[in-house]
C-alpha cells in the first residue's frame, strides 16, 4: 500500500543553518507529493508541493524535489529562522478522491 | 472566508460520555475529511465524504464512532461511548477538485481529553 517515511525529529538548529527534512514514499503510479506545516496550536496548512516527477516545490525559502528514481522528496531551507519551528508532514496522494496519506511528522525547533 | 470551522476547540470529558464534534468546510468545497491525530500514531485519516456521501470509512476505529454530513456546510464526527484511548485532536478538512484536489484547508482541531 501507500505510505510515507520521514526523519524522526525532533530536531533542533541554530537560527540561519540550513535544513534538511527527509522524506521517503512507497506508491503504486504516479502520486502527487506535498509538505504541510503544523504551528503550535494550529492546524495543518499546505507549505509546498510537487505533481510529477522532477518538479520542484518552493514556498517561504523551502524547496523539496519530487525524485521518482530514489522516491524521495526532501524538504530543505537554506537559512531557518526562529518563526520556522514547527511540525512539518510530508505526504503523497495517488489522486483518487483527494485522499493524503501523511508521514508521521517532524518536529522543527530553531534557536536564536 | 473564515476557514474551515471545528467546535468545540476543546472537550474534556468522562469515559462513557457522548461526545460531539462540529465542522464547517470552506463554501464551495465538496470534500470533506476527518482525521485525527495523537503523539503515538501520528495524523489518521477517520473518514471523507465527497458531495456529502461517505466515500471511505475505512480509517474509523470501531463502531463507537460514526460520522454524519446532513449537507455541504456541516458534518459530525461523533464518539459514543468514548474512551480514554480517544483522548487526540481531531482534525477537520476540505477540498476541491477545482483550487488542486488534495490541497487540504484544515481548521484549527478539536482536543478531546476524555478521563
Known amino acids: 500500500g501507500n505510505s510515507v517515511t520521514q526523519m524522526e525529529g525532533p530536531v533542533t538548529l541554530s537560527e540561519e543553518a540550513f535544513l534538511t527534512i527527509n522524506c521517503t514514499y512507497t506508491?503504486?503510479?504516479?502520486?502527487?507529493l506535498f509538505w504541510y506545516v503544523q504551528y503550535p496550536g494550529e492546524g495543518l496548512q499546505l507549505l509546498l508541493k510537487a505533481t510529477k516527477a522532477d518538479d520542484k516545490g518552493s514556498n517561504k525559502g523551502f524547496e523539496a524535489t519530487y525524485r521518482k528514481e530514489t522516491t524521495s522528496f526532501h524538504l530543505e531551507k537554506g537559512s531557518v529562522q526562529v518563526s520556522d519551528s514547527a511540525v512539518y508532514f510530508c505526504a503523497l496522494s495517488n489522486n483518487q478522491g483527494g485522499k493524503l496519506i501523511f508521514g508521521q511528522g517532524t518536529e522543527l525547533s530553531v534557536k536564536p | 472566508d473564515a476557514g474551515v470551522i471545528q467546535s468545540p476547540r476543546h472537550e474534556v470529558t468522562e469515559m462513557g460520555q457522548e461526545v460531539t464534534l462540529r465542522c464547517k468546510p470552506i463554501?464551495?468545497?465538496?470534500?470533506l475529511f476527518w482525521y485525527r491525530q495523537t503523539m503515538m500514531r501520528g495524523l489518521e485519516l477517520l473518514i471523507y465524504f465527497n458531495n456529502n456521501v461517505p466515500i471511505d470509512d475505512s480509517g474509523m476505529p470501531e463502531d463507537r464512532f460514526s460520522a454524519k454530513m446532513p449537507n455541504a456546510s456541516f458534518s459530525t464526527l461523533k464518539i459514543q461511548p468514548s474512551e480514554p484511548r480517544d483522548s487526540a485532536v481531531y482534525f477537520c478538512?476540505?477540498?476541491?477538485?477545482?483550487?488542486?484536489?488534495?490541497?487540504?484547508?484544515f481548521g484549527a482541531g478539536s482536543r478531546l481529553t476524555v478521563l
Open positions: 506508491a503504486t503510479g504516479y502520486p502527487s
Open positions: 478538512a476540505s477540498t476541491d477538485r477545482l483550487s488542486g484536489a488534495n490541497v487540504l484547508t
Open positions: 463554501s464551495g468545497h465538496d470534500y
